[in-house]
């Protein structure tokens, strides 16, 4: 009896050790300085991963960025170098385990432990369910849900043993509202929220702080690089026009910001623009109204057809809409993003 006692009294003293020691963590939230820190970035070539690069090398982090084509990797890498000395750039794919394996441990032995690291890398196919294959949505969850798990195990044994550390996973709008031809896109970014939010509850204990970020539609410039199905041109117009207008969408900058003040204060999460906000709590309360309705967008979209299952990037699908006055800001975004060959 008495050993049955003691063990119970050791399992709730355990027990209220970790539930203290969430508490201690979550109340007060102090901001988090990057200066110093060994900032981890996945797709940190281009697009928003680069934009978020430049703020941390002004606030004198000591960056590594990962992406997987070198002329581009290398140009991001000149780019900051001119900002920063502590710059790293590797050519790895992230959705290799054993890359990122590698890649992680070059970081550590060039820079040194890993405080932050921000899973950024995407990919995204636009195009009616009709034309999409199993490789894109088996590309799409290897992207956006392996990869992150991938470059979080391979972080924490660190940071656990440090007992800090932040963790930034870029989901999307679309993993809280599920947008008619993104499909392999949002069924992906679903999982890599559900990954995300779990982390945060599992590792508050050891301090490590996980930040879910979902922005809304942002001028990256990336429509670029995207991959477009079936009637490729007009799927490109719709999604280039979408992503550049002012009022739909905001600046990469802005988004970054946003995402960092919250990686700062250690927020479990973040949902970038007002219209994303609105959306996600819209769907949040009335989740048939809003299917519904995307129904009905659905319906307006472009139909199945063109070059069906075949893939083409954006670059490959312009038209008389886009690149026009209405892509204006996307296109400029995408010269100063590295989207396109001729940045910088």
């Known amino acids: 009896m008495g050993a ?24 007060p939230w102090r901001d988090y300085q ?33 992406a997987r084509e070198s002329d581009e990797l290398e140009r991001a890498r000149e780019e900051l170098a001119a900002r920063t000395d502590d710059v ?3 050519t790895c794919d992230v959705t290799d385990r054993l890359a990122v394996e590698t890649a992680v441990r070059l970081v550590v032995d060039r820079l040194g432990p890993i405080d932050v690291l921000i899973n950024n890398a995407g990919v995204i196919q636009v195009g009616p369910m009709e034309t999409m294959t199993l490789d894109d949505y088996e590309e799409a969850m ?22 800090e550390g932040r963790i930034v996973n870029i989901s999307s709008i679309g993993g809280k509202v599920s947008v008619p031809h993104l499909l392999p896109y949002s069924a992906s970014k679903f999982a890599l929220t559900g990954l995300s939010e779990g982390l945060r509850a599992e590792l508050l204990k050891d301090n490590i ?3 879910t970020a979902c922005p809304g539609l942002m001028r990256t410039g990336s429509p670029r690089n995207a991959i477009f199905k079936g009637q490729h041109r007009a799927e490109y117009a719709w999604f280039s026009i979408s992503d550049s207008l002012p009022f739909m969408s905001t600046s990469a900058e802005s988004a970054a910001e946003r995402i960092l003040k919250a990686c700062r204060r250690g927020e479990a999460e973040v949902v970038v623009t007002p219209q994303a ?6 769907a949040g309360i009335f989740p048939g109204f809003v299917s519904n309705v995307l129904g009905l967008v659905n319906a307006v979209l472009p139909a199945p057809g063109g070059v069906g299952a075949f893939r083409v990037r954006g670059e490959d699908s312009e038209s008389a809409l886009s690149p026009s006055i209405l892509t204006v ?6 010269v100063r993003n590295n989207e396109v060959a001729s940045s910088g």
């Open 34 to 66: 990057f200066k110093g820190k060994v900032v981890l970035i996945t797709g940190g070539s281009r697009g928003l991963g680069l934009v978020m690069a430049r703020m941390l090398a002004r606030e004198g982090a000591r960056l590594a960025i990962l």
């Open 88 to 90: 790293l750039a590797l």
């Open 277 to 282: 906000k609105l959306a996600a709590r819209v």
């Open 209 to 211: 702080f996980v930040t």
């Open 329 to 334: 800001l996307g296109d400029k975004a995408a």
């Open 142 to 163: 290897k992207t956006h849900f392996w990869a992150p798990l991938f470059t979080t195990l391979a972080v924490l044994p660190e940071m656990r043993a440090r007992r």
């Open 4 to 27: 049955s006692t003691n063990g119970q009294s050791s399992t709730l003293s355990s027990a209220g050790k970790r539930a203290l020691s969430v508490a201690r963590a979550l109340v």
